[in-house]
């Protein structure tokens, strides 16, 4: 490996976190060693910021934060900076087709979460994890599209949720970003809210040669800041297509994959290590 890295850009489910959504103290120390040796680290996820805010103190981020894979910019105060909606239409389309394929539907605004049905797979699960509860509604109506921030269909047949990936590409083309954040959950968000974007953002923002960048994660939408930044690293527990598009591949998120990533393939490069001969 060659070339400085000064900003690790991570993903939350299945690459930070267990799969139980425990932040594990060896995610924290290796937080804390980036700091050290002069690395930023940043947060992205299809979650809320609200439902990352509980990662904030532990991994002592300093760095934007990009909630609904890049539809919601915030400070680590939760201050909002950046925010990209779905065009109206787009999100109705959405809403339109991911109910006609037989999926839940979520939609989110940057502030509330909003679901038809609260005993609807997932939704339980999902509460615990952001650590506020959905708003149960009869319909999404016309106002709550107009604000909507991201779109979610759900499921737990999941050859179902990819079939309406491939569908909801083919259908919003370019006005829509459609990904499945994890198998179960297909993701749709403004163009703009992606996670490759996400990476031009903070490079931008921070001064920091897209180079310069290096980005970790496991799923499919997270190969799109695979594409855009200097290194990349897919977990363990990712699946062969997102392994085959990363520079390199750690251990899974059951197995320290973080921890492990950020000891072996990031100090090396830090800049308080590149050059001096010191071994991370």
């Given at each position: 490996?060659?070339?400085?890295?000064?900003?690790?850009?991570?993903?939350?489910?299945?690459?930070?976190?267990?799969?139980?959504?425990?932040?594990?103290?060896?995610?924290?120390?290796?937080?804390?060693?980036?700091?050290?040796?002069?690395?930023?680290?940043?947060?992205?996820?299809?979650r809320?910021?609200?439902?990352?805010?509980?990662?904030?103190?532990?991994?002592?981020?300093?760095?934007?934060?990009?909630?609904?894979?890049?539809?919601?910019?915030?400070?680590?105060?939760?201050?909002?900076?950046?925010?990209?909606?779905?065009?109206?239409?787009?999100?109705?389309?959405a809403?339109?087709?991911?109910?006609?394929?037989?999926?839940?539907a979520?939609?989110?605004t940057?502030?509330?979460?909003?679901?038809?049905?609260?005993?609807?797979?997932?939704?339980?699960?999902?509460?615990?994890?952001?650590?506020?509860?959905?708003?149960?509604?009869?319909?999404?109506?016309?106002?709550?599209?107009?604000?909507?921030?991201?779109?979610?269909?759900?499921?737990?047949?999941?050859?179902?949720?990819?079939?309406?990936?491939?569908?909801?590409?083919w259908?919003?083309?370019?006005?829509?970003?459609?990904?499945?954040s994890?198998?179960?959950?297909?993701?749709?968000?403004?163009?703009?809210?992606?996670?490759?974007?996400?990476?031009?953002?903070?490079?931008?923002?921070?001064?920091?040669?897209?180079?310069?960048?290096?980005?970790?994660?496991?799923?499919?939408?997270?190969?799109?800041?695979?594409?855009?930044?200097?290194?990349?690293?897919?977990?363990?527990?990712?699946?062969?297509?997102?392994?085959?598009?990363?520079?390199?591949?750690?251990?899974?998120?059951?197995?320290?994959?973080?921890?492990?990533?950020v000891?072996?393939l990031?100090?090396?490069?830090?800049?308080?290590n590149?050059?001096?001969?010191?071994?991370?």
């Open positions: 490996m060659s070339g400085v890295i000064r900003l690790l850009l991570a993903d939350v489910d299945g690459t930070l976190v267990t799969q139980d959504k425990i932040l594990t103290p060896a995610a924290c120390e290796a937080a804390k060693s980036l700091q050290s040796a002069g690395v930023q680290l940043a947060i992205t996820s299809g809320p910021p609200r439902g990352m805010e509980m990662l904030v103190a532990p991994l002592e981020l300093t760095a934007p934060m990009a909630g609904f894979n890049g539809g919601v910019l915030t400070s680590p105060a939760l201050e909002v900076i950046e925010t990209h909606l779905l065009d109206p239409a787009v999100a109705k389309r809403l339109d087709l991911i109910l006609a394929e037989g999926l839940d979520w939609l989110y940057a502030h509330d979460w909003m679901v038809l049905d609260a005993s609807a797979p997932h939704v339980a699960r999902e509460a615990w994890t952001v650590k506020f509860d959905a708003k149960v509604v009869d319909a999404f109506h016309e106002g709550d599209i107009a604000r909507a921030v991201k779109i979610v269909g759900v499921s737990d047949d999941l050859d179902k949720v990819a079939a309406c990936e491939a569908k909801a590409q259908d919003l083309g370019k006005g829509a970003s459609a990904s499945r994890q198998p179960y959950y297909l993701d749709v968000t403004s163009a703009r809210a992606n996670k490759g974007e996400v990476v031009r953002i903070l490079a931008r923002r921070l001064r920091i040669d897209l180079a310069e960048i290096a980005t970790i994660g496991d799923q499919p939408n997270d190969t799109l800041m695979f594409a855009v930044s200097g290194f990349s690293i897919a977990m363990g527990n990712a699946s062969d297509e997102v392994k085959a598009k990363a520079s390199a591949v750690t251990s899974s998120n059951e197995e320290e994959g973080f921890a492990n990533a000891k072996t990031i100090l090396p490069r830090a800049p308080a590149v050059g001096s001969g010191v071994a991370a």
